[in-house]
C-alpha cells in the first residue's frame, strides 16, 4: 500500500504523512464550493477502474448506480466490485476494506442547512478518493450509506497498516471546512478488515469492517478499530444471553450461590450473601455482572430477582446458625414491580423471619426516581427487612442518600479495599466512611477482603463485618451448609 521499506517505514511516515494530508486537504478548502468537484471525481474514479459500474458502456444503468452528490459508485456496485477483487485474488491477498461513517453530518445539516451538509460531503468525498487512488490505482471508494464510504486497499500487509490508513482517513475527514461566517468540521469512526485466505468473500469482509466499525463508535470519536473474531462471538453471545435468559430462569438454570460474611473481630459466621448464577449447557458459566445488565435492560430483572429472593429466603431458614441473608435488589425491580408485597408473601411462604433478610441496594441505581425508591424501602422496612447501600463509594455518591433514607448498612465498595493498603486517600475514605456509618447507626460492612492484612487494617478502623476470598468464595448451599470450617475464621 505504502511504497518503500513497510513496516518501519510505514510508522515513520505516518506522522508526515497525516501532515502531508491535512495541508493537502486544507489546501483543498477553497474548492469547497467548486461545483466542478464531485465531476472530476467521477471522471478519476472510471478512469481507475473501467469496470466500476459492471456496465461501463451503459451510461444510463451506471447513472443509477452513482451517487449523484459524490460521483461515487453505492452500495450494490461496491459490492459487485468486492466480489470480483475476492474472486480473482489467490491464496495470499493483500487487500482489506476500510468502512469511515461520518458523524456530526445531521448537526451540521439541521443547523447551516442540507445545502452546506452536501458540498462539506462532496468535498470530503473528492478528498478521500485522491488519497487513497494516490496510494495505489487500483484502490477503490464508495458512497455506501448516508454518511458512510468503503474503501478496497490494495498493496496492504497487515491489519496494523490499515488501522493507520484508518485514521489518515480519518485526519482528512476532520479537516475543518470554513467559508465567511461558516466554520464546521465532520467527525467519523473507521473499522478495517483484511482479507485472508479464510475470509474471501464480499460479505464475510464486509461485515467484519462493519463490526470493526461499530466498535470503533463504542470507543468515542474518531478512532478505528481492526475486526478481532471476538467482534463476532461477542455479539452472537450477547444475543443467545438475551434471548434464552427468561427461559434459563424459568428451569432453574439460574440458581443462588452464597457468600459468607464474619464478624470482623470474632471470627463468626453473621450472613450470608446470595449471588446468582447462570450455567449456560453451551456457554458455560455466565458472571452476573453480564446477564443482570440484560435482565434489566429486558425486563427480565422481575422474575430474576423473585427467583433469587424466594431461594435464598427458603435456603436460610434451613440454615444452621440462623444467619442472615443478604439479596441484591435492582432498583428496575422496584421500578416494575410491588417489591414489598413479593417479599411479604415469600416471607411468609418460606417461614423466615422478616429479621434475617436483608436487601442490598446499589447506590449508583437509585439516581433515578429516588422518591418512589425511597418510600419502597421504607415499607420494606415497615415489614421488618434490613435495607444495605452496596458499592457504597462508587457510582453517583450523592450524600442526600444518607439522609433521605436510614441504612440499616453501609457496604464499602471493594476497590477500596484493594487501594486501602497501597494509598493513604483510600484509607482516609474508609475512615470518613466509617465515622459516617456510626453516626448514622448502620453496620459497616466491608467486602472484597482478600488478605489478613486487610481485614486487620478494616478491623483497626472500625469495620464490624467482612466478607471476601480471604475467608470464602461464594459456593453452593450444600458445601456451605455442611462445612463447619467456614462457620469460623480467625
Ligand atoms: P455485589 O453485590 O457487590 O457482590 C459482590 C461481588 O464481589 C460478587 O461478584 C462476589 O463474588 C465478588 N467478591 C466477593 N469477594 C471478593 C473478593 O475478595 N475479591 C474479588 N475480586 N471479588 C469478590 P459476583 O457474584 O460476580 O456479582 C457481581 C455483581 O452482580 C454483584 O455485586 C451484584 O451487583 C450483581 N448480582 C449478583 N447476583 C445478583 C442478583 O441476584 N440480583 C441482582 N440484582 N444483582 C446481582
Ligand atoms: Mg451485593
Ligand atoms: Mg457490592
Same mark, same amino acid.
Given at each position: 500500500m505504502f511504497k518503500g521499506n513497510r513496516r518501519t517505514d510505514l510508522m515513520s511516515r505516518t506522522s508526515s504523512g497525516i501532515a502531508q494530508v491535512l495541508g493537502d486537504? @486544507? &489546501?483543498? +478548502? %477553497?474548492?469547497?464550493?467548486?461545483?466542478?468537484? =464531485? @465531476?472530476?471525481?467521477k471522471d478519476r474514479l472510471f478512469q481507475s477502474d473501467p469496470e466500476s459500474c459492471g456496465h461501463p458502456a451503459d451510461d444510463q444503468d451506471c447513472s443509477r448506480q452513482i451517487d449523484a452528490l459524490t460521483q461515487l459508485p453505492n452500495r450494490k456496485v461496491f459490492f459487485d466490485h468486492v466480489n470480483r477483487v475476492c474472486s480473482s485474488a489467490d491464496d495470499t491477498p493483500?487487500? =482489506?476494506? +476500510?468502512?469511515?461513517?461520518?458523524?456530526?453530518?445531521?448537526?451540521?445539516? @439541521?443547523?447551516?442547512?442540507? =445545502?452546506?451538509?452536501?458540498?462539506?460531503?462532496?468535498? !470530503?468525498?473528492n478528498e478521500l478518493a485522491t488519497y487513497v487512488r494516490k496510494l495505489d490505482q487500483r484502490n477503490y471508494i464508495a458512497r455506501t450509506g448516508d454518511a458512510e464510504f468503503s474503501f478496497i486497499v490494495h498493496n496492504v $500487509?497487515?491489519?496494523?497498516?490499515?488501522?493507520?490508513?484508518?485514521?489518515?482517513?480519518?485526519a482528512i475527514a476532520n479537516v475543518p471546512h470554513i467559508h465567511e461566517n461558516?466554520?464546521?468540521?465532520?467527525?467519523?469512526?473507521? =473499522?478495517?478488515?483484511?482479507?485472508?485466505?479464510?475470509?474471501? *468473500?464480499?460479505?464475510?469482509?464486509?461485515?467484519?469492517?462493519d463490526l470493526a466499525m461499530q466498535e470503533a463508535c463504542k470507543n468515542g470519536s474518531n478512532e478505528t478499530a481492526v475486526y478481532t473474531p471476538s467482534l463476532k462471538t461477542g455479539p452472537i453471545r450477547n444475543r443467545k444471553i438475551e434471548s434464552e435468559l427468561r427461559l434459563a430462569i424459568e428451569s432453574r438454570e439460574i440458581y443462588a450461590v452464597y457468600q459468607p460474611q464474619f464478624d470482623i473481630i470474632s471470627g463468626q459466621m !453473621?450472613?450470608? $450473601?446470595?449471588l446468582a448464577r447462570w450455567k449456560h449447557p453451551e456457554l458455560g458459566m455466565i458472571p452476573p455482572t453480564e446477564f443482570i445488565d440484560v435482565a434489566e435492560r429486558t425486563g427480565s430483572i422481575v422474575p430474576l430477582g423473585q427467583h433469587i429472593l424466594r431461594l435464598a429466603c427458603r435456603d436460610a431458614v434451613a440454615m444452621r446458625g440462623a444467619p442472615c441473608v443478604s439479596v441484591n435488589l435492582s432498583v428496575l425491580q422496584i421500578v416494575q414491580d410491588d417489591v414489598p408485597e413479593f417479599t411479604r408473601h415469600v416471607l411468609s411462604a418460606t417461614g423466615l423471619k422478616p429479621s434475617r433478610l436483608k436487601l442490598e441496594v446499589t447506590e449508583s441505581a437509585i439516581i433515578k426516581d429516588s422518591k418512589r425508591i425511597f418510600d419502597t424501602l421504607t415499607s420494606l422496612k415497615a415489614l421488618g427487612v434490613s435495607i444495605s447501600l452496596d458499592d457504597f463509594g462508587t457510582g453517583? &455518591?450523592?450524600? &442526600?442518600?444518607?439522609?433521605?433514607?436510614?441504612?440499616?448498612e453501609l457496604k464499602i465498595d471493594r476497590s477500596f479495599v484493594a487501594k486501602a493498603l497501597k494509598c493513604d486517600k483510600a484509607q482516609h475514605i474508609a475512615q470518613t466512611i466509617g465515622g459516617i456509618a456510626e453516626k448514622m447507626k448502620?453496620?459497616?460492612?466491608?467486602?472484597? +477482603?482478600?488478605? &489478613? @492484612?486487610?481485614?486487620?487494617?478494616? %478491623? *483497626? +478502623?472500625?469495620?464490624? !463485618? %467482612?466478607?471476601?476470598f480471604f475467608y470464602a468464595r461464594p459456593m453452593a448451599y450444600a458445601d456451605l451448609n455442611l462445612s463447619p470450617h467456614v462457620l469460623n475464621k480467625q
Open positions: 486537504a @486544507a &489546501s483543498g +478548502i %477553497a474548492c469547497l464550493f467548486d461545483p466542478g468537484t =464531485g @465531476a472530476q471525481a493483500s487487500f =482489506g476494506l +476500510i468502512v469511515l461513517k461520518l458523524s456530526r453530518l445531521k448537526h451540521i445539516n @439541521a443547523h447551516f442547512g442540507y =445545502g452546506r451538509g452536501d458540498m462539506m460531503l462532496a468535498h !470530503v468525498s $500487509e497487515d491489519d496494523c497498516e490499515l488501522k493507520v490508513l484508518g485514521y489518515i482517513l480519518l461558516f466554520y464546521a468540521r465532520l467527525d467519523g469512526n473507521v =473499522g478495517v478488515a483484511v482479507a485472508n485466505s479464510e475470509c474471501l *468473500s464480499a460479505r464475510e469482509l464486509i461485515l467484519r469492517a !453473621v450472613g450470608m $450473601e446470595a453517583y &455518591s450523592a450524600l &442526600s442518600y444518607l439522609t433521605d433514607f436510614e441504612w440499616d448502620a453496620r459497616l460492612t466491608v467486602e472484597g +477482603i482478600e488478605t &489478613s @492484612a486487610q481485614r486487620d487494617l478494616f %478491623a *483497626s +478502623i472500625g469495620y464490624q !463485618v %467482612a466478607q471476601g
